[in-house]
Every structure is written in structure tokens, then in C-alpha cells.
């Protein structure tokens, strides 16, 4: 079944991280994206661990292959002049441009939204700046570590007296910045299609990063002091990660109210506790995480959670990697994993989509594609490059 995004053509001038994540779930909802690269400059996280095998190599990188599922790839000089005309032309059969390059560099190509404009008039074309076109900070450069820093989030990360921790991932390019990307590009198709004008989005992935703090926003706007505070909560108490039986096994639970912490008190067998019998006096008592703690040192992690969850206390293990693949029977039943076949790396493992359509569901189509495997294809059969002359642009390095 074709997916709800059939018909609809990306050229996709995105790399690294929230540009690729942007456009996967579009193309994993049916849409062709034509991922544009080059050979001198390739995706960095090509180049980036894990390698299947081991084996390192511009086609083997798994953090490359889990961002860029069901696209294909054309390699392009957008530098010379005959790449430029083809980069047009690709624009010119596209319904939307995507690029997440440093602001200004499209516009140095000659591929800005003006030239997108002039070949392509309904057009619809995204560019996510750092911190956005325009004031003091427009030309700033960044990734998801510098984003999520400037954006708040480490600052509320860690414990209060201690340096921030962060996330421990580039947050922003995985989750507010291409999701709201996504949101962005759809309402714009939605528009054209009711309208027939296509539009110019800015987003400033700044901007879009602030919006995961909101809460801390407001209560810093209200004149409170927002600070780090770890894993404590304005109202749960318990509200934390405690050690369970076993090497780095844990349970995260959170007590939002007395009949909780009755039912959690039960099940670990601790004794009645004056000091901590109400939420109040639980949210300022000293020594609460330890004490709990030394409960569920001795429990399985996964009956710990299941014997709290019966009781009514909102608990879960926590899961590593390994445990999600090859343990985790909720994801297993509803099949979330998806194998597909990758032509260097064999059977690779893709994460499936987070929501599921009921008449026109996506779903990963096809492995991330080799580098320039489709350039053929695209500029003979979709830019109407004749045969002879792609061999000779080939010779001459413009593609690839």
C-alpha cells in the first residue's frame, strides 16, 4: 500500500543529524527523498561508529543507516557549474527543499529560495539556522551539544551541585528540532494544496529547542529560582532511579500520592515511617532515596517494576539498548523492529515508526541507500540526462 505521502518529492540537501531525522519519517510515509551528497564532502556520520562488522567505510556506519531509511542518494559537485544545473533541474521536479547547511551557504550555491523560486514558483523550502537568520547570533554554527547548551536544556540537567551532565545524546537533532521540522513541512504541503503557493520555512532549531523547557520558562518568567535538581519532582516523592540485583540494574519509580506510597511502603516490606507519612514531609525528608534504596537493592528489576505496577505505583525497569532489542516484550509483540537488507551491510535493524496510521501506515521501506547508488537512475530517467552525457559528467567528476 502506498503510504500517505506518495507523490511527493524531497531534495534533500540535509546532513549530520536533524535535517536526515526531518526527512526519514517523510520518506518512511511514502514521500521520494533524494538525499543530494558528494563524494569529496560525504555526510560525516557516514564516517561515524557503530560499523557493521567493525569494518569501517562510508557505506557501514549504522548511526548513518538508522537516519536515512527508505531514501535514495545522488552525488552532485553543487560547486561546478553542470552540478549547479542539475541541482536545479532536481528542484525544479521537487515539492519541497530541505537543507540544514551553515545560513547563507545555499544562497552561495546559487540553490537559496530565490533561485528555488525562479524554477520551481510553488516551491516549499526549509532551513533550519542555528539560532535563525536574523540577529546577533545568525551566523553562529553549532550541532545538538552546543543547540541543547544554548537552549537551556543542560543547564537543568544534572544535580545542583555539580556541573550539568546534559543528555548524554545531541537531543535536539533527535527529537524538537526535526519532529518540528516535519510538522512544518506538512502544514505547508496542506497549505499549497488548498492554496497553490508554496512558502519559505525558518527554523531557528534555538528556538525550537526552548520549547522542551517550557515549564522551567515559566517559573524563571515568574521570578523563581530554576536550578539543576537531578531527578527530584515538585510533586512525586519518591521520584528516582534505585538499584536493583545485578550489575547496573535499576527501577525508576514515582510516588504521586499517599495511597502510593502506601502500596509502595507494602511491597517492599519497609516498616511504617513517621518522618515520611505525607507528600509534604516526604518532598523535604533527608535520607528517603537511601532508604529506599536499600530495599531494592536485593529485588529483579523487572519484578520489582511489575510487582509496584500491580499495586498501582507508576515504576518501569530501566532498559539499556541490548535489553530494548532483545528483551523487551512489549516492543517484540508489536513488532517495532524492522530488518532490512543493506547491499554492503546484510540484515540491518531499523527502529519502526513511533505512530501508526490505520488506513495508509509507514513503515522503513528500504535500507539507507549506498553513496550515489541512485544517480543514475534520477538524473537519466527524473532530470533527462542523456546517456552519453552522464558518462562524460562522470568522467568529469560533477557526479557520481
Known amino acids: 500500500m502506498p503510504g500517505p505521502l506518495a507523490g511527493i518529492r524531497i531534495a534533500d540537501f540535509t546532513w549530520v543529524g536533524a535535517g536526515p531525522f526531518l526527512t526519514k519519517p517523510l520518506a518512511d510515509h511514502g514521500a521520494e527523498v533524494i538525499k543530494v551528497e558528494s563524494r569529496t564532502r560525504t555526510d560525516v556520520i557516514r564516517d561515524m561508529p557503530p560499523f557493521a562488522d567493525g569494518v569501517r567505510g562510508i557505506n557501514r556506519s549504522g548511526y548513518f543507516a538508522n537516519r536515512n531509511s527508505s ?67 545568525r551566523d553562529f554554527r553549532g550541532y545538538g551539544l552546543s543547540i541543547a547548551a544554548a537552549g537551556g536544556l543542560f543547564g537543568l ?11 548524554g545524546t545531541n537531543y535536539p537533532d533527535h527529537v524538537p528540532n526535526p519532529l518540528h521540522g516535519a510538522i512544518a513541512v506538512l502544514a505547508a504541503l496542506r497549505h499549497r494544496r488548498r492554496t497553490g503557493r508554496g512558502q519559505y520555512i525558518e527554523l531557528a532549531q534555538l528556538e525550537s529547542t ?12 515568574a521570578g523563581e529560582d530554576v536550578t539543576r535538581r537531578g531527578n527530584a519532582d515538585d510533586w512525586a516523592a519518591p521520584h528516582g532511579v534505585y ?31 513517621p518522618g515520611f507519612a505525607t507528600a509534604a514531609q516526604r518532598r523535604r525528608a533527608p535520607g528517603l532515596d537511601e532508604w529506599i534504596s536499600a530495599a531494592t537493592r536485593g529485588w529483579d528489576r523487572d519484578k ?26 512489549q516492543l517484540r509483540a508489536r513488532g ?12 540491518c535493524l531499523y527502529d519502526g515508526l513511533p505512530y501508526r496510521l490505520s488506513r495508509t501506515p509507514g513503515r522503513p521501506r528500504s535500507a539507507a541507500p549506498l553513496l550515489g547508488a541512485d544517480t543514475r537512475e534520477v538524473c537519466t530517467r527524473l532530470l533527462g540526462v542523456a546517456d552519453t552525457e552522464y558518462d562524460q559528467l562522470e568522467r568529469t567528476g560533477v557526479i557520481g
Not at 510487582?307 to 532483545?326: C, H, K, M, Q, S
Open 243 to 273: 538499584p536493583c540485583a545485578g550489575e547496573d540494574r535499576w527501577c525508576a519509580i514515582a510516588v504521586q500520592d499517599d495511597e502510593q506510597w502506601s502500596a509502595l511502603v507494602t511491597v517492599l516490606g519497609l516498616p511504617s515511617e
Open 336 to 347: 517495532h523492529w524492522v530488518r532490512l537488507r543493506h547491499p554492503e551491510m546484510g540484515d
Open 304 to 329: 520489582l517494576a511489575d510487582a509496584l505496577a500491580d499495586a498501582g505505583v507508576p515504576a518501569a525497569g530501566v532498559n539499556d539498548a541490548r535489553d530494548l532489542i532483545e528483551t523487551d516484550p
Open 157 to 167: 540537567s544534572g544535580y545542583p551541585d555539580r556541573p550539568p551532565v546534559g543528555t
Open 210 to 221: 526552548v520549547n522542551l523547557i517550557g515549564p522551567a520558562v515559566v517559573a524563571a518568567a
Open 71 to 137: 531514501k535514495k542518494s545522488i552525488c552532485l559537485d553543487l560547486k561546478a557549474r553542470d552540478g549547479h544545473r542539475l541541482a536545479l533541474r532536481l528542484i525544479a521536479v521537487s515539492d519541497v527543499v530541505v537543507s540544514n547547511f551553515t545560513p547563507g551557504t545555499m544562497d552561495r550555491l546559487g540553490l537559496g529560495y530565490r533561485a528555488a523560486c525562479a524554477v520551481r514558483p510553488d516551491v516549499i523550502y526549509l532551513e533550519m539556522p542555528m539560532q535563525g537568520a536574523s540577529g546577533p547570533h
